[in-house]
Each structure stands twice: as structure tokens, then as C-alpha cells.
């Protein structure tokens, strides 16, 4: 059974930049497309950024050209470099392994303050 476990969530002023890591234990890390989701307070959960097992990336239009995701499959980790912060962007930050067979895995979250 395979759990990712994010790390990297915390307090930042508007225009600063966080890096989010998603690590995942199991095997066959590397054949799972990864998925940064977020979800703010009385909001759904909305996808940010995905990356597939070969590399190919998909952004919301929100984030695009502020937020950058990319994988490890070495670490078994995927990363959600994050710049220009606004206070819009505060949420609850997922990582998702959605596998190529079906189903998917959700982390539990890590939170993402952007604030003066």
C-alpha cells in the first residue's frame, strides 16, 4: 500500500515562495502520475499541477508560470516549488498518486498560509 506523506506547508507573506514535497512510500513510484490538489476553507478540493510517469506536466491556469512541479522518482518524491504567493493561494495543499490501474492515494494534507 502505497501513502504519500506531504511536508513543507507553513506561513508566508504575499510574493514569497514555499516548496512542497510529497514523499511516498511502497514500490513502483515511478508509474504513478503525481497530483498537487488544494482546498480552501469552504471551497472544493481543485487540482493545481500534475506531472505523469514520463514527465508531462499540467497546470491550473492560476498558477501557471508561478508554480512548478516536478519529480524524484530516485526519492520517490514529487516537489510543488511555489513563487509569487497571494493570499488566494492559501489552502490546504494534497498530494494524490493516481495509478495507471486504476485508483488513487491521498496524502493528508499539508497547510499553506499566505499572509501579511
Known amino acids: 500500500q502505497v501513502q504519500p506523506v506531504e511536508s513543507g506547508g507553513g506561513l508566508v507573506q504575499p510574493g514569497g515562495s514555499l516548496r512542497l514535497s510529497c514523499e511516498a512510500s511502497?514500490?513502483?513510484?515511478?508509474?504513478?502520475?503525481m497530483g498537487w490538489y488544494r482546498q480552501a476553507p469552504g471551497k472544493q478540493r481543485e487540482l493545481v499541477a500534475a506531472?505523469?510517469?514520463?514527465?508531462?506536466?499540467n497546470y491550473a491556469d492560476f498558477v501557471k508560470d508561478r508554480f512548478t512541479i516536478s519529480r524524484d522518482n530516485a526519492k520517490n518524491t514529487v516537489y510543488l516549488q511555489m513563487n509569487s504567493l497571494k493570499p488566494e493561494d492559501t489552502a490546504v495543499y494534497y498530494c494524490?498518486?493516481?495509478?495507471?490501474?486504476?485508483?488513487?492515494?491521498w496524502g493528508k494534507g499539508t497547510l499553506v498560509t499566505v499572509s501579511s
Open positions: 494524490n498518486m493516481i495509478s495507471p490501474f486504476g485508483g488513487n492515494n
Open positions: 506531472i505523469t510517469s514520463g514527465g508531462r506536466t
Open positions: 511502497g514500490s513502483f513510484f515511478s508509474i504513478y502520475t
